[in-house]
């Protein structure tokens, strides 16, 4: 689990903190590696695969909170909730443009399937 959270932290993190994150990431592989010899590449899969699932909640929150800062300061503090919905919409079905969900909606990541059209049509 170590592992995984100084590999989150070099593809989160600041460049000149990478390196640090990828000796600490290799430390403990190598330390894991050492106590599991031949199981460890099945079960580094499996706990990393677990791991990446996981959503945590301050980034979430923050990332709404970053999209729904301009709606506010442009509003001052009355935001009704028709404007709520529209910003509900608008994050739930834009494609990420980087990272390692490019090209998906969060739409499309809850229900498994394609969208159709791109969220301006929609």
Same mark, same amino acid.
């Given at each position: ?6 590999? *989150? ?11 640090? *994150? %990828? $000796?600490? %990431? ?6 894991? !590696?050492?106590?599991?010899?031949? !199981?460890?590449? #099945?079960?580094? $899969?499996?706990?990393?695969? *677990?791991?990446? $699932? ?14 729904? %800062? ?6 001052? #503090?009355?935001?009704? =909730? ?10 739930? *079905? %834009? ?6 969900? =490019? #090209? ?7 229900? #498994? ?10």
């Amino acid at each position: 689990m170590l592992a995984w959270h100084h590999e *989150h932290c070099v593809s989160q993190g600041q460049a000149k903190h990478k390196q640090y *994150h %990828r $000796t600490e %990431r290799d430390a403990w592989l190598a330390g894991a !590696e050492g106590l599991l010899e031949a !199981e460890l590449a #099945g079960r580094k $899969t499996w706990v990393f695969a *677990h791991l990446d $699932t996981l959503v945590r909640a301050s980034s979430l929150v923050e990332m709404v909170n970053s999209l729904i %800062r301009p709606s506010l300061n442009s509003c001052k #503090g009355q935001i009704t =909730q028709e404007a709520l919905n529209l910003i509900m919409f608008d994050h739930n *079905h %834009r494609r990420d443009k980087s990272g390692k969900r =490019q #090209g998906t909606a969060p739409i499309a990541l809850l229900t #498994g399937e394609a969208m159709q059209a791109e969220w301006g049509e929609l």
